[in-house]
């Protein structure tokens, strides 16, 4: 195959980093008894005729794991007789919006890949997702491969509704190459932010382009390690009440240096206007030196780098109390079985054997970049990894920490205009306290 997608991040996290990432997030409830089902599920030895079900995930576009998508639920399909109607699209805010106007319609998937957490929080309330309880009622070997503590229960009961997939770190990528024409060396585990500034000077006077990031639709990534960079493991997912309490104080700080970067004409002269697929092809074309984006991303730089070589990954610069080696990550994602399908005779089965497959040890260790996995065996490491895996491991493996994404914790209205507003601050059409006490205002 052109490129290696069986990576195994996860070995590396399976100890410190969970311990890391547990010590600064609440436990998950204790799962409560579930409610009799209003219908008995049929027994799982039951093999009805052949189903098509409807999938939406966010393995569309030019996702790395795309290809691995498409060869797992063909091969469920070749193994069951059942039919897959994919619908995937890129995760981003209107690819969420679409789902939630879709549930509100009636108009759901059977299987959905989506986000745990405050996302999911309308799927849940509304009982518009079913238990991983309630579904091992009629099988009782769903999920079983998982650990249920580390699956990603739902903020709203504490029960797990999601079988995740494959965890997510965010980092630093890095393009060799042209910071050996510029003559500046690779960032390292003690990279810091005055460095980091210093180095994407000397990168722009040499005709590069120091950052490669689109402000219009991605500014999510800088937004989280700046703000990072003025608060703590310990405080990180703490939401603002205010722009003036300490968590405003912290987003304030790091939206400002956002803008700093802006001014100082780090990012592309369009940040403000092109979209991420054009400003992170800066990276592939090495004519940008930096990127912040999540491990996902190591699969596009398989398929679109000349040169798997000429790219590294590595800690974000760090200021302040965060230690670079403290890194954003966690389990964000997993398959919902919806109750539209659950409460469907003919797709039951169909929809729980589909996510039994996409859940395996094997399919989960070939999407690639895992950072963290819920495997009760952990994944199965590549034979013959690239240079790009090599440096995500060794970067995973020297963490000292890991956070959740403070962003996580906004519902996707209030999010929305957050992000909408990074632009504006950059450009000093609002400030930034305007921009949270604007935000948190929509949050409520």
């Not at 052949?50 to 790395?64: C, F, Q």
């Not at 879709?102 to 009982?127: H, I, R």
């Not at 009440?241 to 369009?270: C, H, Q, R, V």
């Not at 054009?278 to 699969?299: C, P, R, V």
Request: hydrophobic fraction near 40%; include cysteine; proline fraction near 4%.
């Amino acid at each position: 195959m052109k490129r290696v997608i069986a990576l195994v991040l996860a070995l590396a996290l399976s100890g410190a980093m969970f311990v890391g990432c547990q010590s600064t997030t609440a436990p998950a409830a204790s799962q409560a008894a579930p409610a009799a089902s209003s219908e008995a599920a049929p027994a799982a030895s039951e093999a009805p005729k052949p189903a098509e079900i409807t999938v939406v995930t966010s393995y569309g576009g030019d996702d790395g794991n795309r290809a691995n998508y498409e060869a797992a639920y063909k091969a469920y399909e070749s193994a069951t007789g059942n039919t897959v109607k994919d619908a995937s699209g890129t995760s981003n805010e209107e690819w969420k919006a679409k789902i939630m106007a879709d549930f509100e319609t009636g108009a759901e998937p059977d299987v959905l890949f989506y986000f745990n957490g405050v996302d999911s929080n309308k799927l849940v309330q509304g009982g518009k997702v079913v238990s991983i309880d309630e579904i091992r009622k009629g099988y009782p070997d769903y999920a079983g491969n998982m650990k249920d503590e580390l699956m990603g229960a739902s903020p709203v009961d504490g029960k797990n509704y999601s079988v995740p997939v494959n965890g997510y770190w965010e980092g630093l990528y890095v393009n060799k190459k042209v910071l050996q024409d510029c003559g500046v060396a690779v960032p390292d585990a003690n990279y810091t932010w005055d460095q980091f500034l210093k180095d994407c000077e000397t990168i722009k006077a040499k005709g590069y382009t120091p950052i490669a990031c689109s402000l219009q639709e991605v500014p999510h990534y800088w937004f989280e390690f700046t703000v990072f960079n003025h608060d703590t493991l310990a405080t990180h997912t703490t939401l603002p009440k205010s722009s003036t309490d300490d968590a405003g104080k912290a987003w304030a700080a790091g939206m400002n240096d956002i803008k700093t970067l802006y001014e100082k004409g780090y990012f592309p002269k369009n940040t403000t206007t092109a979209g991420d697929a054009e400003t992170f092809q800066l990276m592939a074309d090495n004519k940008a030196a930096f990127a912040i984006d999540g491990s996902w991303k190591i699969g596009w730089f398989q398929e679109n780098a000349k040169s798997i070589d000429d790219f590294t990954v590595t800690y974000v610069p760090s200021e302040n109390q965060r230690k670079s080696t403290d890194i954003i990550g966690g389990l964000s994602m997993g398959y919902y079985i919806t109750k539209k399908a659950w409460d469907d005779p003919a797709k039951q089965k169909a929809c729980v054997d589909f996510v039994k497959a996409m859940t395996t040890d094997d399919v989960v260790s070939k999407f690639g970049a895992t950072a963290v996995t819920a495997l009760k065996n952990g994944t199965t490491a590549p034979s013959d990894a690239d240079s790009l895996v090599k440096a995500a491991l060794q970067m995973t493996k020297g963490a000292t920490g890991i956070a959740p994404a403070t962003q996580d914790g906004l519902n996707q209205t209030a999010r929305t205009a957050l992000f909408a507003d990074i632009k504006n601050i950059a450009t000093g059409k609002t400030t930034a306290e305007k921009a949270i006490d604007a935000c948190l205002a929509i949050k409520g």
